[in-house]
């Protein structure tokens, strides 16, 4: 049976990585696979080196189809007509593709396969008999947008996999019987660190919180800075809190600029520390007390907050998107309303209360083990295929 797997970029990123893994997934299960990319690049690499057959059709470059301005996001019409035009110059040389190939399943990571497997198929027609399988990691920042997926792109689709059932549930119901949940899982890195007799130190007697994004407004910087100005109020000040990441666009310079700011006007130098870029976060985590999300607009699974469970770290997140998918509240640690009151309470409690940490602590590495292992994520995987494939 042969299996077209298809990724819009070769580079590496959060999906991509599942992708990655999904790729090893279908190589144990004996398919006979072929692998499309839109670029080189990391996972190109990594995939070349385990020997799978790889074609390039470079994608173009998109232009960002939506904007903040003073905390709310803005569509880009015109910028989205423009990649859409973009994506459909692909078509005719994807459809002669498929139609030579005819794979047995075609698998699409992530929104530009899927919007050019559409195109291709509404303009030139089905180039072969296949069960079409798409992944979705993001969220449609729109109703319109929604709309126009569940309604227009989704049409040529068996399957959707989405990866928390938060992302599932912005499905209208007439697509509910093409989904499945399956959540993502990552390596467990932290035996490997321990043989390795590693020791991350962090040489303060102060509790040390991480909180690990690009700098950007969705990701809540600011609402971290407001809940952190409210414990200094409070008294709190046996803690620092250290935001890994940087900007990556004007916009988000502006807003890492005001973020500086703040912390000068209220005074929380001594607290608040921003770090850069880190190209292992994972090394910086293991140093912290607790690690923080504080996402203003829905993220659908965070990896980051996998990797906080998977090293033990106990969590205070804002309830966006997956994140209570990942963080059971209460036993790994906490997950509140994006509110500064209710971030700053839940890491007050966990700042005073060292117990309560390793308590959440040990439940969030048995938690990993359980629900978010890569053995976890291939046995899931494995039985949606089967159900999807029965069908």
């Given at each position: 049976?042969?299996?077209?797997?298809?990724?819009?970029?070769?580079?590496?990123?959060?999906?991509?990585?599942?992708?990655?893994?999904?790729?090893?997934?279908?190589?144990?299960?004996?398919f006979?696979?072929?692998?499309?990319?839109?670029?080189?690049?990391?996972?190109?690499?990594?995939?070349?080196?385990l020997?799978?057959?790889?074609?390039?059709?470079?994608?173009?470059?998109?232009?960002?189809?939506?904007?903040?301005?003073?905390?709310?996001?803005?569509?880009?019409?015109?910028?989205?007509?423009?990649?859409?035009?973009?994506?459909?110059?692909?078509?005719?040389?994807?459809w002669?593709?498929?139609?030579?190939?005819?794979?047995?399943?075609?698998?699409?990571?992530?929104?530009?396969?899927?919007?050019?497997?559409?195109?291709?198929?509404?303009?030139?027609?089905?180039?072969?008999?296949?069960?079409?399988?798409?992944?979705?990691?993001?969220?449609?920042?729109?109703?319109i947008?929604q709309?126009?997926?569940?309604?227009?792109?989704?049409?040529?689709?068996?399957?959707?996999i989405?990866?928390?059932?938060?992302?599932?549930?912005?499905?209208?119901?007439?697509?509910?019987?093409?989904?499945?949940?399956?959540?993502?899982?990552?390596?467990?890195?932290?035996?490997?660190?321990?043989?390795?007799?590693?020791?991350?130190?962090?040489?303060?007697?102060?509790?040390?919180?991480?909180?690990?994004?690009?700098?950007?407004?969705?990701?809540?910087?600011?609402?971290?800075?407001?809940?952190?100005?409210?414990?200094?109020?409070r008294?709190?000040r046996?803690?620092?809190?250290?935001?890994?990441g940087?900007?990556?666009?004007?916009?988000?310079?502006?807003?890492?600029?005001?973020?500086k700011?703040f912390?000068?006007?209220?005074?929380?130098?001594?607290?608040?520390?921003?770090?850069?870029?880190?190209?292992?976060?994972?090394?910086?985590?293991?140093?912290?007390?607790?690690v923080?999300?504080?996402?203003?607009?829905?993220?659908?699974?965070?990896?980051?907050?996998?990797?906080?469970?998977?090293?033990?770290?106990?969590?205070?997140?804002?309830?966006?998107?997956?994140?209570?998918?990942?963080?059971?509240?209460?036993?790994?640690?906490?997950?509140?309303?994006?509110?500064?009151?209710?971030?700053?309470s839940?890491?007050?409690?966990?700042?005073?209360?060292?117990?309560?940490?390793?308590?959440?602590?040990?439940?969030?590495r048995?938690?990993?083990?359980?629900?978010?292992?890569?053995?976890?994520?291939?046995?899931?995987?494995?039985e949606?295929?089967?159900?999807?494939?029965?069908?």
């Amino acid at each position: 049976m042969k299996v077209l797997l298809v990724n819009p970029v070769g580079e590496w990123g959060g999906a991509e990585k599942i992708f990655f893994l999904v790729s090893q997934i279908f190589q144990k299960t004996g398919f006979e696979l072929y692998v499309l990319l839109g670029s080189r690049g990391i996972l190109y690499e990594k995939l070349r080196n385990l020997n799978f057959n790889i074609s390039i059709m470079n994608f173009p470059d998109l232009s960002e189809n939506s904007i903040v301005i003073a905390g709310r996001r803005f569509q880009l019409p015109h910028h989205l007509l423009k990649n859409l035009r973009k994506i459909k110059i692909l078509s005719k040389k994807f459809w002669d593709y498929l139609r030579i190939l005819k794979p047995d399943i075609i698998y699409l990571n992530n929104l530009r396969s899927l919007v050019l497997y559409y195109e291709t198929v509404r303009t030139y027609g089905k180039p072969c008999e296949a069960v079409v399988i798409w992944h979705e990691h993001g969220y449609q920042r729109s109703i319109i947008r929604q709309l126009i997926l569940d309604k227009i792109y989704l049409k040529f689709v068996d399957a959707v996999i989405c990866v928390s059932k938060h992302l599932a549930n912005k499905h209208l119901k007439d697509v509910q019987q093409k989904l499945y949940v399956v959540h993502n899982g990552i390596p467990d890195e932290l035996n490997a660190i321990e043989k390795e007799n590693v020791r991350y130190e962090y040489n303060n007697n102060k509790v040390l919180i991480i909180h690990p994004a690009f700098i950007t407004y969705w990701k809540g910087q600011h609402l971290a800075l407001k809940a952190v100005d409210l414990l200094v109020k409070r008294g709190v000040r046996n803690f620092e809190i250290w935001f890994f990441g940087e900007p990556r666009s004007k916009q988000d310079y502006k807003y890492f600029k005001k973020l500086k700011q703040f912390v000068r006007s209220k005074n929380l130098e001594k607290q608040v520390f921003f770090k850069g870029f880190s190209a292992n976060i994972i090394d910086e985590m293991l140093k912290a007390d607790i690690v923080i999300s504080t996402s203003v607009e829905d993220d659908p699974f965070p990896t980051i907050l996998l990797e906080a469970s998977m090293i033990g770290k106990p969590v205070v997140t804002t309830d966006a998107g997956g994140s209570g998918e990942i963080v059971k509240n209460g036993e790994t640690g906490f997950v509140v309303k994006k509110d500064k009151r209710e971030l700053a309470s839940a890491l007050c409690e966990l700042i005073q209360n060292k117990e309560l940490r390793d308590v959440f602590s040990k439940n969030a590495r048995d938690r990993f083990l359980k629900e978010f292992s890569i053995l976890a994520f291939e046995k899931r995987f494995l039985e949606t295929l089967e159900s999807i494939l029965r069908r």
